[in-house]
């Protein structure tokens, strides 16, 4: 089966930092990745959507200079989270589109920011 | 505008059968997935459907009504390790998932 990873799984900064979250393709390339936020008992939220070799995608409402994403590789895209505040603190999941129909979700990445 | 309804909680008995049901609205369809997700983890995938009818999986199924945009996921002899959130997203005209906000199963003993 496809294996996304994400690192880290779980991350705690102090308000005003930058926090980088990284998605992997493990066994097969994916030209496309998204990055989602999931808030407690909410269901997941599309932020992005992150294409090799150029410019992130943002779904509205999303600040594309808060959230900066870069997909540099067909199997690596990493969501930064700039000048981080309390309200950020959510689970990031990231998948991986193979081919058309198959996404995959890594683990995700619980972050707190206090 | 894109909608996908499922209920939003359920409850079942241990060794039971249940069915969740998900009717979505969406521009283009190009197949429906059923997720399950743990509390506090990632979804992890169940199944796919793009043509209509029933996909059996070992204690899981899932069919398909194109015409009537309709889905329903079918859980056999259900553990207690089932009790979970099942998500339903449709894939869209632009190949984008559209999530449904999910059903969360309680299985009693």
């Known amino acids: 089966g496809a294996v996304v990873s994400q690192h880290p799984s779980r991350v705690i900064c102090k308000s005003g930092t930058s926090v980088k979250i990284e998605c992997r393709s493990l066994?097969?390339?994916?030209?496309?990745m998204f990055w989602y936020r999931q808030f407690p008992k909410q269901s997941l939220m599309l932020m992005a959507t992150?294409?090799?070799?150029?410019?992130?995608?943002?779904e509205q409402g999303v600040e594309k200079d808060k959230f900066l994403i870069n997909h540099a590789s067909l199997t690596l895209s990493t969501l930064t989270v700039t000048s981080a505040h309390p309200e950020d603190s959510s689970f990031y999941i990231c998948?991986?589109?193979?081919?058309?129909?198959?996404?995959?979700f890594g683990p995700g990445t619980r972050l707190t920011v206090t | 505008g894109q909608n996908i309804d499922q209920p939003t909680e359920m409850t079942a008995t241990e060794g039971a059968i249940v069915q969740i049901n998900c009717t979505y609205q969406?521009?283009?369809?190009?197949?429906l997935f059923w997720y399950q997700q743990h509390a506090g983890e990632a979804p992890t995938f169940l199944s796919y459907?793009?043509l209509d009818g029933l996909e059996e999986k070992g204690r899981f199924s899932s069919f398909l009504s194109r015409s009537k945009g309709y889905s329903y996921l079918l859980l056999k002899e259900l553990q207690m390790k089932d009790s979970a959130s099942y998500l339903c997203?449709?894939?869209?005209?632009?190949?984008?998932?559209?999530w449904g906000a999910g059903t969360k199963l309680i299985i009693k003993p």
């Open positions: 998948s991986a589109r193979r081919g058309e129909n198959e996404q995959y």
């Open positions: 066994d097969f390339q994916a030209t496309t």
């Open positions: 992150s294409n090799e070799g150029s410019k992130a995608t943002y």
């Open positions: 969406t521009s283009g369809f190009n197949g």
């Open positions: 459907n793009v």
């Open positions: 997203a449709v894939l869209d005209s632009n190949y984008q998932l559209i």
